[in-house]
Structure formats: structure tokens, C-alpha cells
């Protein structure tokens, strides 16, 4: 324990100097521990060639995959039929095509020496194509939000600021405009004015996290996204502060992994209707944010993640 949240990097390094740290932190660090929790698709060593090495040692070894790291596109864009409308803005990324060859080998080689592989949501596609099934774990999602169980009297305060006031306020956070296919959303709202809907539109971008978290609890409706076919952690601290969540899910992914799941599923050609129905129904979009705080007090709560990842280590 005592070497808990250690860096090892201060981000300054060269990469041979970087190298260098990491194959003395596998050396010495292999004789120390005896369960290995990897994240990003990385290891200790480059190209995760330790791997062989801890298992032949008898270490536990885990993989914990995130988002654009194992994303594999050519997959992306056979299930998702709005995925081209970002595939320009992902050239040069870890989301851009040419590195599927890439990610299809570091799939198969840590399908090989993992015990567990870690993939919930949208990642389980493309890691399931190339790796077991009884090693990918999909019902833990790791992530870095502070919501627990001993929070939910926090939460409930913030049910609705607004509920006095009789305008709605909708917030949408991009951080990234494109991606989250923001221009939809300005083309719903601005129709929606145009029709006579009363309502605030709060477009939050370059805000310090706390800052941000002080809007979506003002906020009576938050937008998430309606092109990527998944939610992250806006859509999470929206939910669990009692907001409904309009965002676009692939179908699939929701029958698969989101069944309880309450986020409103839009896309570019209903997002008007939906933002509608929820501007006119008060009860309805309390309704909805609550089953948003139980959904995330069942999957977010990371007292209860820490403790399944506990049990995984066991």
C-alpha cells in the first residue's frame, strides 16, 4: 500500500529516459507485487512485453481498456450509421482507422496473458472480436467520479434549483463540438425557438470542472451527444444529479449493457422531438432524473466498484 498513487513520470522525461524508468520499475517491481492492474492498454514495459514475464511468475495480471485505445473503427462504423459524420474530425488520433491493425494485435496479445480484461460499455464490441469472453469483465466501469452511496443525501438537494422558476434551463458541455455533433443540437434549439418553446440554452466550453458541475445543477435538462453512440462522465454526473440526459446510444449497446439505463436515446433526426417532450413534461423529466440517481448509485458508486475490484484481485 504504501506505494499507492506513486508517479513514476513527471511528464518532463525524454523517451529514453522514460524507457529507462519503466524497464527498473518492472525489475524491481515484479519481485514486490503480486497482482498487476494495467489501464489505457499499457504495461510496464513497451509494447506490454513483460506480460509473459509476470505470468510466468505467477502474478495476477489485469487490464483495465478506456475508450480510443481499443476502439476499433471499422467496427464503429458498422454498427454506428452516424459514425462518418466524425470520422474527418479523428483523423490523427488514437480513433483514426489506420491504427485498427495496431489495436487488433494488442488485443490478441493481451487476450493471451491477462486473467481479466476489463471492457464495459461500448469497448465490449470490439475487444469481444479478438479476446475470450470469460476473461472480459463488462459490468465494472472504472472511472474517476466521486459518487457514492454516502453522497446520495448531497444528490437529493440538487434534485432541481429550477424547479421554482418557470423556465427550463438546458445545458450542453462539449469538449469536443464536432464529436458530440454540437450543431445538432444548435439546429433543434434554434428550431424549437422558432416554434415558439420557451426555454434558457447554456453552451458550457473552456470551464473548470467545478464550475461546470455548478451548471448541471442549475441545469433542468443536460445534452450530451448525438453522434459517438455512448456516454461518459457528463452524462454520469448529470444522472446522478437528477438530470435527464438526452444523448445517442447504439441500440445494441443498450440491450447488451444499458437496460436500466434512463438516458432520453435521440438522434440527429428525432433530438428536436425528444428536447420537446421534455421542455412540456415537468413530471416527466423528474421522473427520469430520478431513475438517473439509482442508475448511477447501482454502476457509478465507487465504494461498490472498489469493491468488485477487490473481489476481481481475490
Known amino acids: 500500500m504504501a506505494n499507492h498513487d506513486k508517479a513514476i513520470f513527471s511528464g ?24 498487476f492492474h494495467f489501464y489505457f492498454g499499457s504495461s510496464l514495459l513497451p509494447l506490454s512485453l513483460d506480460l509473459p514475464l509476470l505470468r510466468l511468475m ?9 475508450g480510443s485505445e481499443a476502439r476499433l473503427i471499422f467496427l464503429e462504423r458498422q454498427r454506428n450509421p452516424y459514425w462518418y459524420l466524425v470520422d474527418k474530425e479523428l483523423k490523427g488520433t488514437l480513433d ?35 479476446v475470450e ?70 453552451e458550457v466550453m473552456n470551464m473548470e470542472h467545478s464550475q461546470a458541475i455548478g451548471e448541471l ?17 457528463l452524462a454520469v454526473e448529470a444522472m446522478g444529479f437528477g438530470k435527464p440526459v438526452v444523448c445517442y446510444l447504439i441500440e445494441t449497446a443498450k440491450k447488451e449493457h444499458y437496460e436500466d439505463c434512463p438516458i432520453v436515446i435521440a438522434s440527429i ?28 448509485a447501482r454502476h457509478f458508486d465507487y465504494e461498490k466498484v472498489n469493491e468488485a475490484i477487490m473481489e476481481l484481485y481475490q
Open 58 to 66: 505467477g502474478k495476477r495480471v489485469i487490464m483495465t481498456y478506456c
Open 217 to 233: 445543477k442549475k441545469a433542468d435538462i443536460v445534452l450530451d451527444q448525438l453522434l459517438i453512440g455512448g456516454f461518459g462522465s
Open 96 to 130: 483514426d482507422e489506420k491504427h485498427d491493425w495496431k489495436k487488433v494485435l494488442m488485443l490478441r496479445w493481451h487476450g493471451l496473458w491477462c486473467h481479466q480484461i476489463i471492457a464495459p460499455r461500448n469497448l465490449y464490441a470490439s475487444v469481444s472480436k479478438y
Open 269 to 296: 433526426d428525432t433530438v428536436k422531438e425528444k428536447i420537446a417532450e421534455l421542455i412540456l413534461d415537468k413530471n416527466l423529466r423528474k421522473r427520469i432524473g430520478h431513475a438517473g440517481k439509482l442508475f448511477v
Open 12 to 35: 518532463k522525461e525524454d523517451r529514453l529516459k522514460r524507457f529507462v524508468t519503466r524497464v527498473r520499475c518492472a525489475m524491481k517491481w515484479i519481485f514486490q507485487f503480486d497482482v
Open 133 to 202: 469472453t470469460k476473461k472480459i469483465v463488462k459490468d465494472i466501469w472504472v472511472h474517476n467520479l466521486s459518487f457514492s452511496a454516502n453522497a446520495a443525501q448531497t444528490l437529493n438537494q440538487c434534485d432541481s434549483k429550477t424547479d421554482s422558476k418557470d423556465i427550463v434551463r438546458i445545458v450542453h458541455m462539449p469538449s469536443s463540438p464536432v464529436v458530440k455533433g454540437t450543431r445538432f443540437f444548435r439546429d433543434a434549439i434554434s428550431q424549437l425557438k422558432k416554434e415558439g418553446f420557451v426555454f434558457e440554452y447554456i
